[in-house]
């Protein structure tokens, strides 16, 4: 390495500049915070005393002023009525006098100055006030107007003076304090201008030391590096400058010489990764080949089972009619397996084929009410409804883009599942509402069956998955997963929520539309300005509006106090059975 002048590192060198000017700056601010903690007293002076020892002189003489015309207005009239400036004048003075007194702790000269007034004042009544107050009392407004001489005017005429001049000493004490304000503040902007011109002196400084150490040395680096980036590998990298940079110059050469050894490596590596990536570019091309073929295979192969299956299941349940009774009863039973196999092999085929369509033969997405979704949901499962004396109910739900037929049959696999997974003694009691979460509605639909054990909330979407036997619940198993597959096909998810007491309820989301997000943000605007605006105005015991229910039916049963079943106004409930 090549020393440099003073054998100083750059970083020795630029904390030494540091600290110097950091020095100069707390300096320089412990002296600006004094001179403005002084400067703020001083202005705090001018504000909180010796402008309202202005105010208040002024509403001493005022006070006084009151005093001696009342007492002029009372020797003429004889009138009690025109004392009463004259008390008012009197508890008036010795309220500002309190109030001057609190302020004048720094200020013996307007203190002496108020002392004097005072005394005057005091003076003035005793032998002026007072007597012409008791005379005009005792002899009449003759008498009283006899003591208002030109000696009377005289002694009011020197408490005036004495006010004067406490103003007076009030307004030299105030220009005192302002030229002090003016003194600091002068002496905190020199300070300020000098502590600016130490940080432009010493950023000059950094500026012209950092050009010669780092910027020239740098240059001069980037200047090798950016040869050997052009493929020079083999050029040596030296460098001049601070320790520092000489380390950083050994350090990047060091890295150009390993760059150099390993270039081979990988070139030799992107050989083989090009490769790999044109085999996995072929894989997925086949993959994709692969799944299409699949997908035709499985609606192919669906459609051609059919034929085949329903000659099965015709000719099975021409046997089981017309040979009932006449073969043994263990030819019934084996003929009743074969119609049972062979609807239940219909019954897979088919729901396998729907589930297969879902995303694949498509219509398109348009705004779906899902509130006429569910009254084409009621009608589809009202004979079920009317078979497990069910009851089905909704709130107001949203309007979504997506495909009317799939979210129908989605909704329809819900409720059917609700119905058929019910508990012995209870009627089934299915109510699907919906809620703004985020950017996305969150539909749930609940019931009061039997219920879903933590462990299987997953397993239930997994197509043939089956919790109970066929015997108990009745089914395919490929019900959920389809409800799986449209929800996600329309970009939502779907769960089982688990932490509810009783039932089953299945949560998905599906996207808002833009004009319900806009809708819910001026919503939540209005209600923060109401909440700010209307504070308690609303009754405690004012409850809020209820949503409104709706179902398949339009009527319902009254009580027998003619209010509408379940004390609800304006709701609608479907109950068959």
Same mark, same amino acid.
């Given at each position: ?7 100083w590192?750059l ?6 500049l540091?600290t ?7 300096a ?12 703020r007293?001083q ?13 208040q002189?002024?509403?001493l003489?005022?006070a006084?002023?009151?005093q ?9 009239s ?6 009463n ?9 010795k ?43 005792r ?13 009377a ?13 406490l103003q007076?000493e009030v ?16 002496v905190?902007v ?6 600016a011109?130490?940080v ?12 010669r ?7 001069g ?14 050029h ?18 060091a890295?150009?010489?390993? *760059?150099?050894?390993? $270039? #081979?490596?990988? &070139?030799?590596? =992107?050989?083989?990764?090009?490769? %790999?990536?044109?085999? +996995?570019q @072929? ?10 073929d699949?997908?035709?295979?499985a609606?192919?192969?669906s ?6 299956l329903r000659?099965?299941a ?34 897979? *085929?088919?729901d396998? $084929? #729907?589930?297969? &369509?879902?995303? =694949?033969?498509t219509?398109?997405? %348009?705004?779906?009410? +899902?509130? @006429?979704?569910m ?12 078979y ?8 107001d ?13 989605l ?63 009745p089914?395919?198993?490929i ?10 096909y329309?970009?939502g ?13 299945i949560?998905?989301?599906l ?23 209307a504070?308690?105005?609303?009754p ?23 209010s ?9 409930r479907?109950?068959?059975?």
């Amino acid at each position: 390495m090549k020393p440099v002048i003073g054998g100083w590192s750059l970083r020795r060198r630029v904390i030494t500049l540091l600290t110097v000017v950091g020095l100069l700056l707390i300096a320089l601010a412990a002296a600006e915070a004094t001179m403005a903690a002084r400067n703020r007293t001083q202005i705090d002076a001018v504000l909180n005393e010796t402008g309202p020892l202005r105010v208040q002189s002024q509403e001493l003489l005022n006070a006084l002023l009151d005093q001696e015309t009342a007492i002029r207005g009372y020797a003429v009239s004889g009138d009690q009525d025109d004392l009463n400036p004259y008390r008012e004048g009197l508890a008036q003075e010795k309220s500002v006098v309190v109030s001057m007194r609190a302020l004048l702790d720094d200020y013996p000269q307007i203190s002496q100055e108020l002392r004097i007034v005072e005394e005057r004042t005091a003076q003035w009544r005793q032998s002026v006030a007072e007597p012409v107050i008791t005379t005009t009392e005792r002899s009449g407004t003759s008498a009283g107007q006899a003591l208002v001489t030109e000696r009377a005017r005289q002694q009011f005429d020197e408490v005036r003076s004495a006010v004067n001049d406490l103003q007076e000493e009030v307004l030299a004490a105030r220009e005192q304090t302002a030229d002090n304000v003016r003194t600091s503040s002068n002496v905190l902007v020199v300070l300020l201008i000098v502590a600016a011109l130490v940080v432009v002196v010493a950023g000059a400084v950094l500026l012209l030391s950092l050009d010669r150490m780092v910027v020239r040395p740098l240059t001069g680096l980037a200047t090798q590096v950016r040869e050997v980036a052009e493929g020079d590998y083999q050029h040596r990298i030296a460098t001049t400058g601070p320790p520092e940079f000489i380390q950083l110059g050994d350090d990047v050469d060091a890295m150009r010489q390993k *760059i150099a050894a390993d $270039l #081979a490596e990988v &070139r030799a590596a =992107r050989e083989r990764i090009e490769w %790999v990536n044109s085999q +996995l570019q @072929k894989q997925a091309e086949e993959l994709t080949r692969s799944n299409r073929d699949l997908e035709q295979f499985a609606y192919v192969a669906s459609h051609d089972l059919q034929e085949p299956l329903r000659k099965v299941a015709s000719f099975c349940q021409l046997l089981q009619r017309r040979y009932a009774g006449q073969l043994d009863e263990r030819a019934d039973q084996y003929i009743a397996f074969a119609v049972d196999g062979a609807q239940r092999m219909q019954r897979l *085929i088919n729901d396998l $084929l #729907a589930f297969s &369509r879902i995303g =694949r033969l498509t219509t398109g997405f %348009v705004e779906v009410d +899902l509130n @006429k979704v569910m009254g084409d949901v009621a009608g589809q499962t009202e004979a079920a409804r009317q078979y497990a004396d069910a009851e089905l109910t909704w709130t107001d739900l949203p309007v979504i883009s997506g495909e009317e037929p799939l979210l129908t049959n989605l909704l329809a696999n819900l409720v059917s599942n609700a119905i058929k997974f019910r508990r012995a003694d209870v009627a089934p009691a299915v109510h699907v509402s919906a809620r703004l979460v985020g950017s996305e509605w969150e539909i749930s639909c609940q019931d009061n069956g039997i219920g879903i054990e933590p462990e299987f909330a997953d397993k239930i979407f997994v197509i043939f998955q089956r919790l109970h036997s066929k015997d108990a619940y009745p089914g395919t198993g490929i019900g959920l997963a389809i409800v799986k597959k449209i929800v996600e096909y329309h970009g939502g998810r779907v769960w089982v929520d688990t932490s509810v007491p009783e039932g089953t309820a299945i949560r998905f989301t599906l996207p808002a539309l833009p004009g319900d997000l806009e809708a819910a943000a001026a919503a939540d605007s209005s209600e923060q300005q109401s909440a700010l605006t209307a504070g308690d105005a609303t009754p405690s015991n004012e409850a809020p509006a209820a949503p409104t229910e709706q179902s398949g039916g339009s009527d319902r049963p009254d009580r027998a106090d003619g209010s509408p079943e379940g004390g609800r106004t304006g709701d609608m409930r479907e109950t068959v059975g």
